[in-house]
Each structure stands twice: as structure tokens, then as C-alpha cells.
């Protein structure tokens, strides 16, 4: 009877039959199973990170909203995620303060709290995508980023705690894992809004996301979030760490090397249809995700012609500062080829760049930072995937 | 307690003082003007038979064959298509290379090496870049006067640094 | 060297010593393990929902922010989580319709989307506390409560699809449980703002939760929020259901029962410290969740003397309508014995009753819709425990 | 396709017609005025036999006894401290009965009696609790003629009904 048709729906919310003993064949005639003390999913949904040795892809074409099931929140660990007794684990503070602390992790939990919904992306989030179209799925493309409702206490509290020295002007920032991750942070933009949380998504933080105390920069990009944080070190200078002068920095076309590039900027992606999926001719939700590391998503718009017309996408609220933004797009497909893109604008009136505009301007060789705007496209049988403009 | 100041009375309290001990554990961190550095010393010889026995297998026996990061070359190759970020090529502090290969290397026994080793390491990784002779003796007083070639190759952050237009 | 104390932190974020040989001595030392597809808690980490064989209640002790783990999301089921294949599930829908039809979940995730954080409250939340103090923990007091971001479609979408005709006024929404579970709702009121959710928390609903379907009404009582959805009915009456005569009806003390009592007033409750927990003297900070089913929560109240002083507790941007908002009050404990006290109150003006405001009014076997504020006594030796005021 | 309807045209399409099959498979609820009750008929006598072989062992063998729920008796109790909610006592309609037993019951295989046992187990629970007499046949023109002693028992929700002062 449809006379609008279909969408990707099966490749948006993803399911294997369930072994069949375990679905009646109507339920209404079977006692069901018991209340248990902690949940699992059900045993058909198989939505999953893509592991690599050092890291793992959110599945963004299989969720919804803006929360990310912290099972399945990206992973990016330099040595693997460690065992850590919490019972046992320490935050040292010292350097340029006036009292070195070690802290508990029972002494921080007893601190004025606070509770915020924050992304946190890879500064490589899509950095394949340097180089052209690469990532099959949205899940390769961006999948270095998820969202939760993380739960700690400001850094500024701790700090305060330890009492900054006038002339502290940089902390490092060290984990516990084998790469003991460290990063060298400007100490008054941190001390504005830096988290050092215990909790995410209500319960104790993943271990693969820093359990059990991770630092949270919102905005910024993942790996100053150090994981599994266990030492802050107050000085006047930058520490010149490996991860701040051989990685993390964004090679220019005139061979320099840009160094301290914190914030994300905004970036929006189309993560429903997407790569790998199919549609059929009719009504379609265009669903994506925008956000940015300077504060709130002003507006996102979506084109289906490939950037020459867009229109206005409906923002969910509450449209959050430094979080996802879920965004949705009624289009009618009507099985012509088509070239779908979003792009957003944040609150400070920066406008996500075309792929074009931001190679113009730092060549290719970034790996970090790429945050153009996605072009998939819709063949006319109705398959996506991820093309150049 | 008595004794306890005013300024004291208006923290929280919470957390111990960190004792010496404490600090000395885990106080790994080495800056560009080399604060942090150990008494131990290192010489590029030295460091090629820990490199063979420890390192090479996964950085190749020259640091530029793999399987994992490459170490040594790729000078002069940053502004090219194809750039090749080394040790020579691409770090602006030798002192970095001392923190980094104490605190994360061998990558499967971090924090295992002595100060001896890793000064060496850093020797013998210096020397196959071109920047240090065979005979250089590395230590706490040498190691931050080592100039790396690409020591002014890094820039702020200038942006927000595209134009977009509709 | 604390001048000022400490909080029940250890029950605020309970965890068992990990086995030895899961957590390294030092774990910088060890290289960790590898990204996974799907990831669970740390293994020391055992906060729980207490099953029995009707329910379980959420651990809010245990938990922070607002988001519940679904894994923690209170259960209530009338027999039993049915094992449902989603491939197969269906929604009918038929009665005073203009073309009855059914839908599969594929159809119905094509439909416009939109994602909601509310609450959901079993009517019988607190229920045994009508008869005085009676729960132990907050969890036994208050666990049959959780939030979670909501995604589906509008239930209007859906039944516009099917043509309203013009004399419907109720709608029987039935689940695919094995007790088919059935409750009648006023058509107009539902089409308002209630979703046919096929997510939570970003992932497929929960089994407990109701997947692959379930109906979502923005702030009223749990058990009008079918889980596992598979009928839907027009009429123009009540159909009178066992489960809006027998059950979730409350008997005043004159023998009458009030019917079709739908929306949870408002109410808050301390979660920290809470009953079962200690606190030593110090500072202490009250944490507490608050809701209203008749939209936003204005301002919350906290006293620490039984009642006679009340201070404003800060609330935990953003505050969402039907959604827990929590709170949070800076305290100093100076060891005396003391009853701690929030009190809400919601955009409407309504203001959460005392036990007695409430009982003089309705007598003590209501069973359902107990929203008094709760009171916790922190003895002389910090132990907290329930209490009558 | 052609022939489409403008109004067809406006919605979105999705879904599929549901069939008289579709409906009769699940559309099992009773009204208050007997819609949905099916065909059939049950004494009091029938009623008793099914009960003591499906019902006694959860709701004891005169249905006061438990262990699960009481199903007769308790009126007169509702006013009192100690209410006692039962069929009988509590319930405002008939019909109801007819679409909770079928639906649900017996626990441990709901949906499995057929329609003569449903209204024997009705009458039997009826006559139980002293609203119909032992003779008396049910079906789908009776049932819904029963009147239930607490039928105007149920009150519209007054809220909000607490007055909340400081
Ligand atoms: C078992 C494999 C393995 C061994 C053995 C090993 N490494 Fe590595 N090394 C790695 C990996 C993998 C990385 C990249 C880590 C990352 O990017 O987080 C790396 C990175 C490095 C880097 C940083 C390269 C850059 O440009 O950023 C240096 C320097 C290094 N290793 C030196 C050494 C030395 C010296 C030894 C011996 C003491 C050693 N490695 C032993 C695997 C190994
Ligand atoms: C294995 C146990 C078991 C058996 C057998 C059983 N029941 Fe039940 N019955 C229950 C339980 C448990 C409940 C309460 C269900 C709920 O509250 O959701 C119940 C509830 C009821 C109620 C509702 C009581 C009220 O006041 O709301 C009725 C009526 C009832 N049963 C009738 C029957 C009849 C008739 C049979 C036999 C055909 C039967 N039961 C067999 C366990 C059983
Ligand atoms: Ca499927
Ligand atoms: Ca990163
Ligand atoms: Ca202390
Ligand atoms: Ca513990
Ligand atoms: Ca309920
Ligand atoms: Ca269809
Ligand atoms: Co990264
Ligand atoms: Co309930």
C-alpha cells in the first residue's frame, strides 16, 4: 500500500533473528522471565564498536538521540585499558601549589558535585578522511566520538584544595595506563570548566573511558580527557610531552606543524542514511549528529542536491553546549541519484567547511582535526556511500 | 585540630599531603630544559646493543624498517606529500625522547629501563638521526643542549582559520 | 589533616576490592587489554537493582546525574519479560479507525523521530511507605523509579496514519506480555505528547523495558507506559481493565477508590546520604533527585532540622519537564543528630506535601501515588535511617 | 501506485492494512457492556471443577486462602484499616472478569482456557463471593447484566488534592 515508501530502517536499529527458543511465538502465552539484578540487551541486537589494537568505532548508524550507550562509547588507548583497584588509586597534585595532595577516590566523591552531558571526540575523529573519501560506514568515518552525561567534581575545586601558585601557568595531566597518557594543559582554560568525573551515563565510569577518574575538557579534543588520571603537575611551561609535539599536532603544507589545538571545532554528520545503507523511494528521516567544542549548536542545515540548495533541520532539544546535537530532516526520496550533506553553524556564527575550503587552507596531511562536511551519496538503486564534492 | 590556620578552615580538607616518597614514585615528567632528569648516563655504543636487544624488534634494525613507528630519517620530507615524522625529522625536544622512552617503552614493559638505558636509547636514537656525534656522552647536563633540527617547526593554534561561505 | 570531614562517599559509589590479579599493583607498569565490541563495568563495581518476583528496584544510592544505566532501570512486570523476536513483533491497530493496520518495527522506525529524557514512575513507587517508614535504603524506598532518553515516534504519527475517527475518546494499549497487559488511556490526553519508543539511552529498549516496543507517557504512572506494545484500540469508554479497577485505583478512607489517577505528583527525595549510609562529621553534600509529571520542577528545598528551616537546593542544568532533576545542597554535618529533608516544588506550583498534609487527606491505603517528603535521620553516630516526622 | 487517494497521498504510507484475521487473533478485551465477549456458556457447577483443577492450587480451594491473590470475600471493608480487596468486594464490573481470566490466568499459561470454562470460572468466582445465584448460566447476554455490589465505588481523580503550606 505505500505509496511514500521506505527507509534504511533495519540498517538503523540493527537486529539478528534471536536464536529462536528465545522468542515465543507469541509471547502473550508464556510466563516471561524473571526481574534481574543488573540488565543485558536483547539477545539480538549485535550494534558494535569496530576494534582496532589501539582503538575502537562508535556504530552511529545504529543509535538514537543523543546518548551513547557507555558499551559501546569509542575507545582510544595508547597501551590498552589497565586493571585499576579503585580502592587503591591516588590522585597526586603537586608542582607550582602550595600543598601537594593525594587524593582517594572516596575524598573526591566527597567534593561538591557536578553533572554535565559533554561529547568527547578524537581529534582524529574522520582524520582518514584527509586523504578523500575513505571510510565505508559513518561508523569509520566517525566513529571516534561519543556522548555521556558525565558526573565529578570541577578541577578548580581540587586545585583550589592544593592552592595554585601565582606563577603555575600549564598542568600535566597523567594517567595511569602503560602509556602513562600525558598532556600539557594551559591552566586557566582548564580551570574555567575541567571535570575530573567518576561517573558517566549514572553509574561508575567504563573502565575503557578512564575508570575510575577520568579528566573531562569540554570541547576539547579526546586525549587531553586523560583517562585513568593520576597525577597533576602545576608548572610555568608547557611539558613538551610526545603526545604534543610527535602526535597531536596537525602538519601544515609549508612543513610547519601546528601544536596546541584543543578545541573541536563544529562539525555535523549525516548518520541516517548513511554509508552502507539503502533506501527506497518515499518519505525518509534524514538523521544526524552536529556539535562543537566552542559551546552550542546554532543550526544545522541538510542538502539533498549536493551543497546548491540547503534547508533548515530540526534541532532536538535541549540543544546542549559541547554535546551532541541530534538533528532530523523529513525528505522525500524519489530514487534519482542524490548527494546528501549536513553542515552546522555554532554560537560563535562558525560555519562547518566544505571539504574544498578546509584543504584549501591546511593541505592534507593534518590527520587531526578534519571536521568538513560529509557528502554520501544516494545511488538510484537507492545505496549510500561516501563520496568527494 | 589546633593548630589549623583560617585559609585551612575554608577548604574542603579532603585528601592527605603528599609526601616526598609519594611524589619521587611517580614524578617521571622531563621538561625541555631538563628538570626531571636522572643522574645516569648514556653513550650512543651502549645504546645500540639495549636498542638490538629491546627495541629493534619492533622498530627495525636501523629504527626505520617497523613494523611499528618509524624513528630515524624522513629530514626534509614535512612539506612533501608523502611527510615522514621522525624522531629527526619531526621532534622539537631531545629531552622528549627521555620521557617518552622511560615512561612507554619497551611498549611491553613501560617504565622498566634504567637511567643508563634510557640515556643511551636516546644516544644511539639521536645518532642515527644525524643530530649527535658517536662519541657524545648523554646525561642530565648534555641531553637539554641537544638542538633538534626541527626544534621551530611548530606553530599556535591560529584558528578559527577557514572561510566559509555559502 | 581534614578540619571539616567526611561524607558516606564509599556508599555513594560502592565497590568491591576487584580480584587481586584484575587490578595491576601499578598499572603503568602492564600493558591493558584491547578495545572490545561491546564493554561492561569494571568488575569491582556492584551496584545492583534488587529483584524480586514481580519488580526490581533502581539503586539511586549508587548513581549519579539523571541518566539510569539501562542496566539499572527499574523493573515491573506482571508476568514476566517476554522474549520477543522483533522481526516478527507488530503494532495493530484497529477499532474506531478509519483503516486498521499494522505495523513492524521497520515501519514504524521510518517514521518523523524524536527523542525525549523523562522519567518513569511506578505508581507503587514509595507505596509501602503509606503505612509509615518502611524501606531501609532509598532504593527500597524510592527504586521504582528511573530516566532515560526516550526515542520513537509520536504516538499521533502512528494513529494519524490510521485515521482517528471522530468519536474515539479512549485507547486500549495492550502489550505482548504474558500478562497481555492492558490499560485504557484518554485519547486526547496521550495524543498530546505520548511516543511509541523503540530506544533508550541511544540503544534498542531493554528487554525489561518493553523492546522492541513500548508506549511512553510523559509523567504518568509507570504502568500506563506499556511495555511490549502490540495493540492499540479506539472506543469511545474505558474498557475497564482489571488493571484501572482491581489495581492502580486508590482506596480513600470513605471506601471509595479514586480511578484513572495518572499523573505522578510531584515529589523529590535526598539519595545522599540516605538511609543504610554513614556520614562523619564535615562537609557533606546532600544529593537528591526531584520530578514532577506535570512538567518542569521549579525549585527544590532541602532542610537538615526536621523541617522548621528550609534552604534552596541548586539544581542540575538542564531542567527538563517529566524529567528527574538533581539536586544538590552543601551541608555541615557538626555530629548532632539531625532529620534531613527535601521538598519540591514543580512549574505548576504545586508543592510536594508532608507525610501528614498527605495522610489527612487520603488515609493510608492508597497503595499507589505516594509522594510525601521523605525523611532520613542522621544519628549521633552518622548512620542514617527512615524515619517518621 | 495508481488510483492512490489524495488523502492516501498525505500520510506517510507506512503499515500494512490489518486483516480480519489480524483483529480477531488479538483483540481479546471485554467491555463493560460485553463487546468482545465470544460465544459460549458456564454454570456455576462447571466452574467449580476447572477452578479446583486450574485456580485452587494459587488461590486457595474456596478462594480465600491464597497463597496468591484473595478472590472472594471482604465486603464491607474497604472504610476499615485493614481493607480487603477482592471480586467481590472491589470490583465494579463483570466483564472484567470474563477479560482477566481469559487474558492472564491461569498464571502459568494464560490465554489457554476456552470460552465455556472462562464464563464457568466466572460464575463460580460470582457466585462465590454472593452476587449470583448457583443456577444461574453465563454468557455473553448475563454477564453483562451482573451488577457488582461496588459498582459506584469509583471516584474521578480530584488532585491536585493536598494542601502544602510552609
Ligand atoms: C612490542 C613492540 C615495541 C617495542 C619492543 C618497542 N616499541 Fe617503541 N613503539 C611501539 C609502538 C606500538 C609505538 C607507538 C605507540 C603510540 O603511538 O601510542 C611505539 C612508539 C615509539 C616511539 C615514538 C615514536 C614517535 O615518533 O612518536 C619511540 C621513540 C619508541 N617507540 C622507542 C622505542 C624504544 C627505545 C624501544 C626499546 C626500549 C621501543 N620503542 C620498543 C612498539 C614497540
Ligand atoms: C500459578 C499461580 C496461579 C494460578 C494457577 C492461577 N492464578 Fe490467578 N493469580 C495469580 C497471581 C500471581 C495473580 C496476581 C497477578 C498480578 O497482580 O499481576 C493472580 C490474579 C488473579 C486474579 C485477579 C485478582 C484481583 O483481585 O485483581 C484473578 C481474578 C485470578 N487470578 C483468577 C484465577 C483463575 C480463575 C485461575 C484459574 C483459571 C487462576 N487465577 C489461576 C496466580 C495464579
Ligand atoms: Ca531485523
Ligand atoms: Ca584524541
Ligand atoms: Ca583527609
Ligand atoms: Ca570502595
Ligand atoms: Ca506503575
Ligand atoms: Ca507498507
Ligand atoms: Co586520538
Ligand atoms: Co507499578
Known amino acids: ?389 | 585540630p589546633p593548630g589549623i590556620s583560617m585559609a585551612e578552615e575554608a577548604r574542603y580538607g579532603f585528601g592527605q599531603p603528599a609526601t616526598e616518597a609519594d611524589i619521587k614514585a611517580w614524578n617521571i615528567d622531563i621538561t625541555p630544559t631538563g628538570e626531571g632528569l636522572p643522574p645516569g648516563r648514556g653513550t650512543v655504543r651502549q645504546g645500540a646493543a639495549v636498542y638490538s636487544n629491546k627495541c629493534a624488534a619492533c622498530h627495525g634494525p636501523t629504527g626505520t624498517e617497523g613494523p611499528k613507528d618509524r624513528l630515524v630519517g624522513g629530514h626534509g620530507s614535512l612539506a612533501t606529500e608523502h611527510p615522514v615524522k621522525t624522531i629527526g625529522s619531526y621532534w622539537p625536544y631531545a629531552t622528549t625522547l627521555y620521557d617518552y622512552i622511560f615512561r612507554a617503552m619497551p611498549f611491553t614493559a613501560p617504565q622498566s629501563l634504567t637511567a643508563d638505558e634510557v640515556y643511551s636509547l636516546v644516544a644511539w636514537l639521536l645518532h642515527q638521526n644525524g643530530i649527535i656525534p658517536a662519541t657524545m656522552v648523554v646525561d642530565a647536563q648534555t641531553l637539554p643542549n641537544v638542538t633538534m633540527p626541527n626544534r621551530d617547526g611548530f606553530v599556535a593554534d591560529p584558528r578559527p582559520d577557514v572561510e566559509s561561505r555559502e
Not at chain 1, 139 to 145: F, P, R, S
Request: aromatic content about 8%; overall charge neutral.
Open chain 1, 1 to 389: 500500500v505505500s505509496s511514500i515508501g521506505t527507509t534504511a530502517a533495519s540498517l538503523i536499529a540493527p537486529s539478528l533473528l534471536p536464536a529462536e527458543e528465545l522468542a515465543a511465538l507469541d509471547p502473550t502465552a508464556v510466563p516471561g522471565h524473571a526481574p534481574s539484578p543488573y540488565g543485558s540487551r536483547a539477545p539480538g541486537e549485535t550494534a558494535h564498536r569496530l576494534p582496532t589494537a589501539t582503538h575502537s568505532l562508535t556504530p552511529h548508524h545504529a543509535l538514537h538521540g543523543i546518548i551513547t550507550p557507555s558499551a559501546l562509547h569509542f575507545e582510544r588507548h595508547h597501551n590498552g585499558v589497565p586493571s585499576i583497584n579503585p580502592d587503591r588509586h591516588r590522585l597526586l597534585i603537586h608542582g607550582l601549589v602550595d600543598r601537594p595532595l593525594t587524593f582517594s577516590m572516596n575524598d573526591l566523591t566527597r567534593f561538591p558535585s557536578i553533572t554535565r552531558t559533554l561529547f568527547i571526540e578524537c581529534s582524529g575523529n574522520s582524520g582518514k578522511e584527509w586523504k578523500g573519501p575513505t571510510g565505508t560506514t559513518v561508523q569509520e568515518t566517525h566513529g571516534l566520538m561519543s556522548t555521556s552525561e558525565w558526573t565529578g567534581v570541577p578541577l578548580s575545586t581540587v586545585l583550589a584544595e592544593a592552592g595554585i601558585k601565582p606563577d603555575a601557568a600549564w598542568v600535566l595531566a597523567e594517567g595511569s595506563d602503560a602509556a602513562a597518557m600525558t598532556r600539557s594543559l594551559p591552566l586557566a582554560a582548564v580551570v574555567k570548566d575541567a571535570l575530573l568525573c567518576y561517573a558517566q551515563n549514572g553509574e561508575a565510569l567504563r573502565p575503557e573511558q578512564g575508570y575510575p577518574l577520568r579528566l573531562v575538557i569540554p570541547g576539547w579534543e579526546g586525549n587531553t580527557c586523560i583517562k585513568w588520571v593520576r597525577r597533576l603537575k602545576l608548572g610555568t611551561a608547557p611539558f613538551m610531552t610526545r603526545e604534543e609535539t610527535s602526535r597531536y599536532t596537525d602538519l601544515m603544507p609549508d612543513g610547519t606543524a601546528r601544536q596546541f589545538t584543543f578545541v573541536m571545532e563544529a562539525k555535523s554528520v549525516i548518520t541516517s542514511p548513511s554509508g552502507g545503507q539503502q533506501i527506497t523511494p518515499g518519505f525518509v528521516e534524514i538523521r544526524g549528529l552536529a556539535w562543537s567544542g566552542r559551546g552550542k549548536i546554532a543550526k544545522v542545515e541538510v542538502s539533498a542536491d549536493g551543497g546548491l540548495t540547503w534547508r533548515t533541520a530540526q534541532l532536538q532539544e535541549p540543544v546542549l553546549p559541547y554535546c551532541h546535537t541530534r538533528f532530523r530532516y523529513g525528505w522525500r526520496w524519489h530514487g534519482d541519484e542524490a548527494i546528501i550533506q549536513s553542515r552546522c553553524i555554532d554560537e560563535t556564527g562558525y560555519i562547518q567547511p566544505s571539504r574544498a575550503a578546509l584543504i584549501t587552507v591546511r593541505g592534507t596531511n593534518s590527520v587531526y582535526h578534519y571536521n568538513a562536511i560529509q557528502s554520501w551519496k544516494v545511488g538510484g538503486d537507492g545505496k549510500v556511500t561516501n563520496v568527494e564534492m
